[in-house]
């Protein structure tokens, strides 16, 4: 009896052995696959060695959406090129024209000993690359590419030169992502930043803003949302915001409008020391170029500065751009200054409180008197403009034309503050421009402004806390969960 269950044993064993064996034969033949990626298995040999498990197909979860093969997908050691980036060129457009501007004494160099670069933007036929320095002129340079590694692309390097300040011209390079600029050739590059893709041939935006660096210690959530608020009204659709310091609070709200698709936040930031106010050329110079084929017209504010239309208060300033004729490149506005005699709250409590402090609302004490050409702000097309400055261009393409507004179809309501600040001298310049009158931005655009910058802050800051108990609860809940799951663990 013990010898036949033996017997049993033995061929039971046999069979198993010979099942296993044709198993692996049959999956030997066939595609198998890992976690739903089919692998091919051609050479006829075992599943690659690192594989804990090559399980056939139908025993993972995503059996019922179908095989997925990536034949189709470039291997991890290569780049994928863009249709878009298989540009090359070998020289800069309006070269002739760029030679003469550099002839012109634009000032020194700002400390910095590199030029540090901040953003890259490929158009057409070059790419710009903004600096956070601020370089002699015609400085030599050379644009050095990278491919999607970071890995430079030896041999593909242009020469360049340091033009307009802040600024580098570099020639497309055929599957360049990231490109960083040098003085010398043999000189370790800064880390390359990522060329931004701008040669839409018609800009995605008709009406963008471009508000100066935030910095200083005044509360500016309610500035904020006023300014942004204000020009949406306006016609504007999209706004490059440049931060040097803002509060937690602050940030809260510009964060929120970068979710909602409104903000692009430009953190302004170098390795050379600099006083934050210094960062406002290099930040023109940037969204000059940032704005260059995004958008058909950009507006250069600060963020207590807000362009109104004042003979006809029921057009916004689109409206005022649709009548602008072809040959003109810049629309100059001169500025009406409103005395800001206080400072912005830190955070919402109520809804009377927010009203009662809104901007508009509260400040209205208004200038007589106009000077042109007394800091004035523009509204540019940024493809046509050579040389941004702070103010209004300084050079010009295709003979474009300057248009300087009528003050009276519309203006700048510039809210200065009246306590000293980092520039007191700019309050004398506002007192020279009085006597004072009581003005008011229209109704239409008060009662609007005023519902969105309570929908908007209120969506934020508004927050509903339930009572303590309640609050108790749930973190004796969640505290047990996480409890429980670490006991799992």
């Not at 050479?43 to 690192?50: E, G, Q």
């Not at 004729?325 to 500025?335: G, K, M, Q, R, Y």
């Not at 309501?413 to 520039?423: A, E, T, V």
């Amino acid at each position: 009896m013990f010898n036949t269950y033996r017997l049993y044993l033995v061929l039971l064993l046999t069979l198993f052995i010979f099942s296993i064996i044709l198993f692996l034969n049959k999956n030997q033949n066939e595609k198998s696959s890992y976690f739903g990626i089919v692998i091919e298995n051609q050479n006829k040999t075992n599943p690659v060695d690192f594989f804990l498990a090559v399980e056939p197909y139908h025993y993972f979860m995503n059996r019922t959406v179908g095989r997925i093969y990536h034949d189709d997908y470039y291997d991890s050691d290569k780049c994928q090129i863009e249709d878009w980036n298989t540009i090359e060129t070998d020289k800069i457009p309006n070269e002739d024209y760029h030679q003469y501007l550099m002839s012109i004494d634009w000032g020194k160099d700002l400390l910095n000993k590199s030029p540090s670069p901040l953003a890259a933007f490929a158009y057409s036929d070059y790419i710009a690359v903004t600096l956070t320095s601020e370089r002699t002129v015609s400085h030599k340079v050379y644009c050095r590419y990278y491919d999607c590694k970071m890995k430079e692309m030896i041999g593909k390097h242009f020469v360049s030169r340091n033009f307009p300040r802040s600024t580098v011209f570099c020639a497309r390079q055929k599957g360049a992502v990231y490109i960083s600029v040098t003085d010398n050739l043999e000189d370790v590059a800064e880390f390359p930043i990522r060329i931004v893709r701008r040669d839409a041939k018609k800009p995605p935006h008709y009406l963008t803003v471009c508000l100066a660096p935030l910095y200083g210690e005044e509360p500016k959530f309610l500035q904020l949302v006023d300014f942004i608020e204000y020009y949406k009204l306006q016609g504007a659709t999209f706004f490059h915001i440049y931060v040097r310091n803002v509060s937690n609070y602050d940030r809260i709200l510009l964060d929120d409008y970068v979710r909602t698709g409104e903000v692009e936040l430009i953190q302004v930031h170098d390795h050379y020391w600099r006083a934050d106010f210094m960062w406002h050329r290099v930040q023109n110079n940037d969204c000059h170029f940032r704005s260059k084929f995004f958008s058909k017209w950009t507006a250069f504010v600060d963020i207590d500065e807000r362009i109104e239309m004042k003979k006809y208060p029921e057009l916004r300033i689109v409206d005022l751009l649709d009548q602008t004729t072809p040959n003109v490149s810049t629309l100059h506005f001169s500025t009406d200054w409103i005395i800001k005699n206080g400072l912005s709250p830190e955070k919402y409590i109520n809804d009377n409180q927010l009203k009662n402090e809104m901007i508009f609302r509260k400040f209205t004490n208004t200038s007589t008197k106009t000077d042109t050409y007394k800091q004035p702000k523009c509204i540019i097309r940024p493809e046509r403009i050579a040389v941004m400055s702070i103010h209004h261009p300084r050079a010009v393409y295709d003979n474009s034309k300057i248009a300087i507004v009528n003050y009276r179809i519309a203006a700048i309501r510039h809210y200065r503050n009246s306590f000293h600040k980092l520039f007191p001298g700019q309050i004398n310049v506002m007192f020279e421009h009085g006597p004072w009158r009581e003005t008011n931005i229209a109704p239409w655009i008060s009662g609007n402004l005023t519902t969105n910058i309570l929908n908007r802050v209120k969506y934020l800051f508004d927050i509903e806390i339930p009572p303590n108990d309640i609050q108790e609860r749930w973190y004796d809940r969640e505290c047990s969960k996480m409890s429980l799951e670490k006991i799992k663990v």
